[in-house]
Structures are given as structure tokens and as C-alpha cells.
């Protein structure tokens, strides 16, 4: 194996050497999984024993109208590119929540076309210059850059298309191991790493400001009466102003939540890492979380992303 | 400022009879001609507030001459019936409040009655615009003497507000569009109507965040302290034009006002900011205290162009630096014969600094004394490096040398084709370099022989850095590259212009700055950008990275400090000239040698200075440190050895 190799491949060697049963349980052929609307990912039959995992990037995507609402205003999208040759650029992933507001059907429109037009975004501007090997250069935007003007021009869309509606938007783009985030709104991307919760994204709302300056206590917070109200959305206000960036080193293992408030606002940090912990497969664990917040009223549109990165 | 009255509808020519049928329940707007109540006609509108619409309109009671008024529409649209009642107890509780009151700065009410589902309140009529508007039309800040009157007016008028019997009045809804200014200068509270309610619908709303509101208002708390707090907002915003609206609720902290506005002075900018006390107690304890305090700054303390603040980029320092400079002084130095361009490197009590004299000089660290000195055949720009006993350093006169670090003697020379400004980069038992002559070289430490070289397109004067087995540098046509140890291209990355800056490598990101103006985080793996940063001139200096900072310096005249995963500036500080070399840090310390001639010392977390050293020439090399000094080449031909 020359020095060469060594670059190139994703050092499967390695790999073999640590290589030990997988831990991946998968739920039972008789154990039903109630349908989804719009479908899901299935897990696939345990592998062989033999095989050496791939470094590959894992997810699961689940979204639920909760008890009470009679629609469901959020909106999810994913995108995975994983290229598995000699050649491969690292794998790419695109996670998107958003969580729209507004009378009649303003809501679920404004959070789809929030999340579409961000995604639209993303893909011409970095997914698809990898795909075509695009000589690295300054001419190219950086993802935080491409980021920060997807969001403006979500908003910009969302103002036109759905004037009366907004949305909150959560966007999370993994390259290799670095992640980055773009918010608006009072949805949130948690990342666990070794039993340790971090919230990453700041939640933009008039109870979260209150407590932040000593005015609510936590508690209190939690009770706020209008604790759904924001002070910035995608499609409200003037100008978009200051969308929050954030840039994370991803470790081996690490895992990425996104959610809505119809799950974080119901089921407690310390419950959802419980249920992301025990729970090996990650779509079986988002599902485990729509139910966890069904379970505690379902008062909201309820809506999970958990993406595992490889060991 | 000249007060055009816009808000003045002409009246159309023939100003005739016609009664129109009343309004019972008319949908939108009232159109012009209508007559309410067969006495005022409607001419325009003025405005459209949360209610209904606020129109001009013409006192028919005095036909013979144009008496205008104000009328304020307030359309009941609620369909539950408690908020039905609640709608109209507010209404009434606007009128008559407004007709209690008697002061010069609230307008007059002259009628109140209701047709249909609306409510009118006849106006005294106002020429002017509100501060809003004024802050619109305006290219820059209002005067700060203006402002200050008018502060001391609203002050007067809440004051009155806040003492009225057997109830105080709270105004509850201060904010510049509520404050108008008429055509003799004087401000006029305006929208005395209270109803905002929180719809507690399920789900999100979005606010259209009131930006002025105190905290408390949010708990259902209201107090005369809360038009203290509106007010403060209100200033803030206009003596910063930055719309508190548009901002993080209660984050005007983060917006301090003489960041924004250096003609403001601090005493005034301190009133402000204790009206913005998030704790009602903490702010004045009545409104009266404040107009106090904002009369006590006097009109002198409000010239224009008085600077009182230092500004937090460093400009204005010198006073505390003539204190400081007192206190640095030199433990050493050493003169040259030329100038010194580049970076000594200590080991072992031996400080080796290169300078344009061609000579590789060995000193004493601590004494300065000399050890030895080698003569090179050309000026040396590039930095000298020991390992393993021996001295590595290019020469313009084309060669590598390996010196013997004891000795000073020769032990080997590598030849190449142009001359060589980088400093060579020892690992892996190679020394590597590059040149003018567009090769990257990868030479056996030991002997000198060549095991590879690399050919770019253009002269090489970024030095290369290797980390975790990839080697990294930049060339002059602003290519640069991430090979692997046996010269293999692993990735480039194009950049538009030079990239002469060296890099350096972090947690498998790595650094550099180029001619575009931009310092660049690469992934190492694969050259992808991860992010970059604009500085305001080309960045020639290279990068350190300390405690999840970048510092950097850029012919801005500013170093940077930057998050090393996310490239956000943290802080930055200016230096008053050019800054072409690299930072170090040491000890919480950050050292850089600006053109300006002098060394900085910054706390490296927070950006503040501790001294600076002044040479006689521009500084155009790094400084290196070790043992608690730090060593500092000039142009003006010395070395210098300073206390950390």
C-alpha cells in the first residue's frame, strides 16, 4: 500500500481491525411500525457479521400531526449523498426542519416553500459543484456563506408566495465531520456526543429572551403563555436580520437531533436522550420520540431528524 | 432641518356643500368628501394605526376659514363578545383621558362619538412628523442637542402623565412614531390608545417585537417605570439608528450607543442606558429624576465632534501608552548591520535570527552577546529553523545552509534557481522549502540530498507546514496546495491573488491569508473551504492559532482574532500602520509588529493592550519567545529582547 492509498481510501484497514458485532438492533418482523405520511425509510436486514461497516452517515425522519392539530404546518426534508468509489468526495448531508405559522393552509405552505427553496439553494451552490468536481477555489462560496443566503432567500420567497404565513427554519449541512447550521425560529438542532446534550441553535423567542435576562426562570419560561411567540421568523418582519450561524467539529458516533417545539417543548432534554440512548436504529429513535410526544398531549405538529455520524 | 409638513393635505378647489349619506358601517377607509356627523370632512388620510385609520379633516362648524383637525377612527372589529366590550372600554378610557388632560405637549381632544361599529376622536390637528419619520428622512444622526431638548420635553409631559390624580396615567406606548414634531420644534405625544392585547391563539404568532417595551410589560406589569424603560428604548434608537424592532428583544447592552455615535457624550449615553436597567428599580425612580440628569449635562457637553470615548479599535490610546511605554524597556539589544526581516528561533539559550546584512546570527539569549555568525552570500528574508542540531535557512542568494547550531560552521548547502524567501519547514527527516524558481524541495535533513521536489506555477514565499502527513504552502499566482510526503498533489485550491502568507495547521483545518483580502480555514483532507474572512487590505500575514483563536494581521493595519471553527470575528484591534507579519502568542499574550514601527502586546482573549515597544524602523518580521522573553527583529537593523 503506498503513501498514496493511504490518502485516498477511507482506510478500511483500520476499520477491520476495530471491528466488532454491530450493535444495530432491528425491531422484529412481527413489531409493527404504524405507517408514516409520506413514507419512511425502512431498516434494512441486519448484515453479515463479516462485513465491515462502511463509514457512512445514518438518519431517520419522522413528522406527526400530534393529538390536537388537525394539520400538519411542519416540513422536513433530507438529502444524503453518499458516494461509495475509490474517488469518493466524503459524504454530504442536508437536514431541514421548519415550522410554519399562519391561518387557513399559510402555515404548511410557508414552511414548505421555506424548505424547498433552501434546499434548492444549497444543492445548486454545494451539492452539485461536488458532484461535478469543481476545481476548489475562491470563486466558490463557503457553506456558511451559501447558508446565510439560502435563508435570505427563503424568506424572500415565502414573503411572495405566502404573504400572510412564516415559518421557523432549521437547516444543518454535514460535510465530512464538520457541521454547519443556519437558524430562524424556535426550532432546535441538539447535538450528543458521550451522553452530553448540547443545544446548538438559540431559540428566537420573546420567553427565551425573557429568561435569558433573568426576567422568567426556566420554569417559568415553560409556563409562559405566549411562549410561542418570536421575535424572528422566515416570511415575517422587515428585513431578515442576523440568522444564527453555527460551525461544530463532528466526533465518531455523534449524533445531530433537529426538531420542532411539538417534541422539545413537550419531552424534556433528559427524555429525549433517554430515548436517542436506548435506542440503537435512528429512525426507530425518531419515531420512539413522535411517540414520546404524542404520548405527553401531541398539543403541536410534532417533527424529529437524527443523524448519526459514522464511528 | 426644515419641518415640511407632508402630513398637510391640500384642500381641493371647490370646497362646495354636498352632504354625503353618513357612514353606518362602511368597509376600509373613509374616502375624501365624506362628512361625519354633518360636521368635519374628510380630506385624506394621515396614517393607519392598529385600529383604524387616523384622517385629516375639515371643521365645518367654520366655514369661512380652514379649521383643520385630526380625526382618529378606531374600527371595533371583534366578534367575541367580551372583547367586543373590552374594544370599546378602550376607546372611551382614551377619550377621556385625553379630555383631562391639559398640557402643551398632548394634542387637544375636541369630540368623541361613535357611528356604527366605529368610533371617532376629533384631534387638535398637528403640523409636523413624528421621530420616526424624521429618522427616515434624515441621511445621518439628528443632532444630540436636538435630541437631548426633546428628551427633556417628553420627560416633562410623561411627568405630567405620571402624576395626575387619583390615578396615574402610564403612557405605555412610548416610541419615536408616537412623538411628533411640530412646526415650532416642539414634540407632541401622539396614540394614547392602550388595547394590545396578546392574542393567545395556540401555536406561533409572530411579534412584531414592540423593541421599546420593558421586560416587565410581557409579565402584564406596568408602571410609570415602564415609560422610563419606552424612552430610554426610543433614544437609543434615535441617537443610534438602529431600530430596536429588527434587534433581540432587551439587547441594547449589545448596541452600546458610543460604538455607534462618538458624538454622543458618555454622561448622556449613561442616562439612556440606566432607563434601560432590565430591573425597573434599577432605572430612575421617577421620570422627573431623569429630566433632572438630562438637563444637568448642560448644552456644552453636547458638541459635536468631542470624542469622550476611546474607541474600542484602539484609536486614542496614546495617554495610556506614554504610561506604559515607560515601563518597557529593552532587557537587550543587538545591532545588525542591515535590516532584520525575518523571525528568530530560540533553542537551547541560542536566539538565531537571519537579516538582509547576509548573515545568520547566533546570539546569547539572555545576554545578547554574540556566539557566531554566518556569512550567506545574499540578504536573508527567510526564518531560521534548528533541529537535530543544525540551523536550516534560505538566503537570496539562493541556497539552503545547514548550519551547525554550536559551531556555526556549514555542514551542507542546497542549490536551487531563485532565490529563497520561505523559511524551511523541518519534518520527517526532511527539510522543506521553496523557491523563486517555482519548486517546492524536499531535501534529507541529514545530508542535503534531494528526494523530490515539486513544481508550481509560480515563485514560492509562503512557507510550507507540515502536520499529520500532508504538506501545505501557497505560491504567488495564489495556488495552493496539500501534498502528500512524497511530493504527490493531493488537493489545491485556487485563490485570485498571491497568497505569500505561511499556513498554519489545526485540528485538521488549515490557515492562511491571501493578496484577496481574505484569510482562509481549508479543510486539510481535502481543501475545501470552511470558511474565510474579509479583511479590509491583503492579508500577507500568516496565521497563529491559540485557545480556539486565529490572530491574524492584514495590511488594514488591523490584527484579528478570529473563531477558529466558524472564522467570526472575535475582536479586533488597529495598530497605525500596515500589519505584513505574523502574531505569536505567548502566554495569554498576543505579540505583532505593525509597520508603525512598534510591537503590541494584546491580552489575547479580550483584544486590550498591555504595552507596546517602539523601535526606529518598520516591523516588518515576527517576534519569537521563549523562556520569558520575546525577541523582536527591526528595520531599523536590531534585535530586540523584551520581557513576555
Not at chain 2, 502527513?469 to 511530493?487: K, Q
Request: negative net charge; contains cysteine; charged residues 25%.
Amino acid at each position: 500500500m503506498s503513501i498514496w492509498d493511504f490518502f485516498r481510501r477511507p482506510r478500511p484497514d483500520k476499520k477491520k481491525e476495530k471491528h466488532v458485532e454491530p450493535e444495530v438492533e432491528v425491531a422484529e418482523p412481527a413489531q409493527q411500525i404504524p405507517p408514516i405520511p409520506g413514507g419512511q425509510t425502512r431498516p434494512l436486514p441486519p448484515l453479515e457479521e463479516s462485513r465491515p461497516m462502511p463509514a457512512r452517515l445514518k438518519y431517520g425522519q419522522a413528522t406527526d400531526v400530534g393529538m390536537e392539530r388537525s394539520g400538519n404546518q411542519d416540513a422536513l426534508l433530507t438529502l444524503s449523498g453518499i458516494i461509495e468509489s475509490a474517488d469518493s468526495p466524503p459524504p454530504f448531508g442536508m437536514f431541514v426542519v421548519a415550522d410554519g405559522m399562519g391561518g387557513h393552509t399559510d402555515g404548511e405552505r410557508a414552511s414548505f416553500v421555506a424548505a424547498t427553496t433552501l434546499a434548492r439553494h444549497v444543492t445548486n451552490l454545494v451539492y452539485l459543484p461536488m458532484l461535478a468536481e469543481q476545481e476548489l477555489s475562491s470563486d466558490q462560496p463557503t457553506i456558511p456563506e451559501v447558508l446565510e443566503e439560502a435563508m435570505q432567500e427563503a424568506d424572500r420567497r415565502v414573503k411572495a408566495r405566502v404573504p400572510e404565513g412564516g415559518t421557523t427554519l432549521t437547516a444543518a449541512i454535514i460535510y465530512r465531520n464538520l457541521l454547519y447550521i443556519a437558524h430562524v425560529g424556535d426550532s432546535r438542532a441538539y447535538l450528543i456526543n458521550d451522553g452530553n446534550m448540547e443545544l446548538i441553535t438559540r431559540d428566537h423567542s420573546l420567553a427565551r429572551r425573557l429568561q435569558e435576562i433573568g426576567h422568567l426562570t426556566p420554569d417559568e419560561a415553560e409556563a409562559y403563555p405566549q411562549k410561542n411567540v418570536l421575535y424572528r421568523a422566515i416570511g415575517q418582519g422587515d428585513m431578515l436580520e442576523d440568522v444564527d450561524r453555527a460551525t461544530r467539529r463532528l466526533l465518531p458516533g455523534s449524533q445531530l437531533l433537529l426538531c420542532s417545539d411539538g417534541l422539545w417543548g413537550v419531552v424534556n432534554d433528559q427524555a429525549i436522550l433517554k430515548i436517542i440512548e436506548e435506542t440503537a436504529d435512528v429512525q426507530e429513535a425518531c419515531d420512539r420520540l413522535i411517540a414520546a410526544a404524542n404520548q405527553a398531549g401531541g398539543p403541536d405538529n410534532i417533527t424529529a431528524v437524527l443523524v448519526q455520524m459514522p464511528l | 432641518m426644515a419641518y415640511d409638513e407632508t402630513r398637510y393635505i391640500q384642500e381641493p378647489e371647490d370646497p362646495s356643500q354636498s352632504q354625503q349619506p353618513l357612514a353606518t358601517s362602511y368597509e376600509g377607509t373613509l374616502q375624501p368628501e365624506l362628512v361625519l356627523r354633518g360636521r368635519y370632512r374628510i380630506q385624506g388620510v394621515l396614517g393607519v394605526g392598529g385600529m383604524g385609520a387616523v384622517y385629516q379633516a375639515r371643521d365645518l362648524n367654520f366655514p369661512e376659514v380652514t379649521k383643520l383637525c385630526a380625526v382618529k377612527e378606531m374600527i371595533n372589529l371583534a366578534n367575541d363578545p367580551a372583547m367586543r366590550e373590552t374594544t370599546i372600554r378602550n376607546f372611551q378610557r382614551e377619550a377621556n383621558i385625553l379630555a383631562t388632560l391639559n398640557h402643551p405637549a398632548i394634542p387637544e381632544i375636541f369630540d368623541f362619538f361613535s357611528e356604527g361599529n366605529r368610533a371617532y376622536l376629533v384631534l387638535e390637528f398637528i403640523r409636523g412628523k413624528d421621530l420616526e419619520a424624521l429618522m427616515n428622512i434624515a441621511d445621518g444622526f439628528l443632532p444630540v442637542e436636538q435630541v437631548r431638548q426633546w428628551a427633556i420635553e417628553i420627560c416633562d409631559v410623561l411627568g405630567y402623565l405620571h402624576s395626575r390624580q387619583p390615578e396615574p396615567v402610564v403612557f405605555r406606548d412610548m416610541k419615536p412614531s408616537n412623538v411628533m414634531i411640530d412646526q415650532f420644534k416642539k414634540i407632541r405625544l401622539i396614540d394614547f390608545g392602550i388595547a394590545k392585547t396578546f392574542d393567545v391563539t395556540k401555536g406561533h404568532t409572530m411579534i412584531g417585537t414592540e423593541g421599546y417595551s420593558p421586560p416587565e410589560q410581557y409579565r402584564g406589569e406596568v408602571s410609570p417605570q415602564s415609560d422610563i424603560y419606552a424612552l430610554g428604548a426610543s433614544l437609543h434608537h434615535v441617537l443610534t439608528r438602529r431600530d430596536p424592532r429588527l434587534e433581540p428583544p432587551f439587547s441594547f447592552e449589545n448596541r452600546p450607543i458610543s460604538l455607534f455615535n462618538p458624538d454622543v457624550p458618555e454622561a448622556f449615553a449613561e442616562i439612556v442606558n440606566r432607563a434601560l436597567a432590565y430591573e425597573p428599580q434599577e432605572r430612575f425612580a421617577a421620570i422627573d429624576e431623569m429630566k433632572v440628569a438630562l438637563e444637568a449635562l448642560g448644552s456644552g457637553g453636547v458638541r459635536p465632534g468631542l470624542s469622550q470615548v476611546i474607541s474600542p479599535d484602539g484609536a486614542g490610546i496614546s495617554e495610556r501608552l506614554s504610561m506604559a511605554a515607560g515601563e518597557v524597556l529593552a532587557v537587550w539589544q543587538f545591532q545588525v548591520e542591515d535590516e532584520i526581516r525575518s523571525t528568530p528561533f530560540v533553542e537551547k539559550g541560542v536566539v538565531y535570527i537571519g537579516a538582509y546584512d547576509n548573515n545568520l546570527w547566533a546570539l546569547d539569549a539572555k545576554e545578547g552577546s554574540l556566539v557566531w555568525k554566518y556569512p550567506t552570500e545574499g540578504g536573508i528574508a527567510s526564518d531560521p529553523t534548528v533541529e537535530a542540531g543544525y540551523v536550516f535557512v534560505g538566503s537570496e542568494d539562493r541556497i539552503l545552509y545547514a548550519v551547525d547550531a554550536r559551531s556555526g560552521r556549514v555542514q551542507w548547502t542546497y542549490i536551487t534557481n531563485g532565490r529563497i524567501y520561505t523559511s524551511p519547514c523541518v519534518a520527517l527527516g526532511h527539510v522543506f522549502f521553496g523557491s523563486d524558481d517555482h519548486n517546492l524541495y524536499a531535501v534529507k535533513a541529514a545530508n542535503g540530498r534531494l528526494n523530490w521536489t515539486f513544481e508550481a506555477q509560480s515563485p514560492i514565499r509562503s512557507s510550507p507546514f507540515v502536520s499529520d502527513e500532508m504538506l501545505y504552502f501557497g505560491t504567488e499566482t495564489g495556488d495552493f496546495y496539500g501534498l502528500a510526503p512524497d511530493g504527490e498533489m493531493v488537493w489545491r485550491f485556487k485563490a485570485r491573488r498571491a497568497i505569500s502568507s505561511s499556513p498554519t495547521v489545526n485540528e485538521g483545518l488549515v490557515y492562511f491569508g491571501s493578496n484577496d483580502w481574505n484569510v482562509y480555514a481549508l479543510d486539510g483532507e481535502n481543501g475545501f473551504t470552511v470558511w474565510r474572512f474579509r479583511a479590509q487590505r491583503p492579508v500577507y500575514s500568516s496565521p497563529a492559532y491559540s485557545n480556539g483563536k486565529i490572530y491574524v494581521g492584514s495590511v488594514d493595519g488591523h490584527l484579528y482574532a478570529l473563531d477558529a471553527l466558524n472564522g467570526r470575528e472575535i475582536w479586533k484591534y488597529k495598530t497605525e500602520d500596515q500589519i505584513t507579519s505574523s502574531p505569536l502568542v505567548y502566554m495569554g499574550v498576543v505579540y505583532v509588529g505593525s509597520i508603525d514601527k512598534y510591537l503590541y502586546a494584546l491580552n489575547a482573549e479580550t483584544g486590550d493592550l498591555l504595552w507596546r515597544f517602539g523601535t526606529e524602523g518598520p516591523i516588518v518580521s515576527s517576534p519569537a519567545a521563549d523562556d520569558g522573553l520575546v525577541y523582536i527583529g527591526s528595520t531599523d537593523n536590531r534585535l530586540y529582547a523584551l520581557k513576555a
